[in-house]
């Protein structure tokens, strides 16, 4: 039996890197309470110059809740929104 001549290489594993995570309170409101029943409450806004209201049902043992309205939970338009509210101001 003839033994080979060449090492057999080592194969390196490149760990994938994880996404940053952004801070769940970021874009999201923590509104502990203690109902039994699901019910609807109203919220501001967040966003700087958007005074909007907005209805979100509550639920129990849930106390994680979007930010901001619906026109602007979504990262492009909130920031759209920001800028045209700067060129506003500037102007």
Not at 34 to 62: A, H, W
């Amino acid at each position: 039996m003839q033994l080979p001549k060449y090492k057999k290489k080592k194969r390196i594993k490149l760990k994938k890197q994880k996404k940053d995570v952004d801070n769940i309170e970021s874009k999201n409101i923590i509104f502990r309470h203690n109902y039994t029943e699901s019910m609807d409450l109203t919220f501001k806004c967040c966003l700087e110059g958007c005074n909007e209201l907005f209805t979100i049902r509550v639920f129990p043992k849930q106390y994680i809740y979007p930010r901001f309205c619906e026109e602007h939970r979504n990262d492009f338009k909130r920031a759209n929104y920001l800028r045209i509210i700067s060129k506003l101001k500037n102007d």
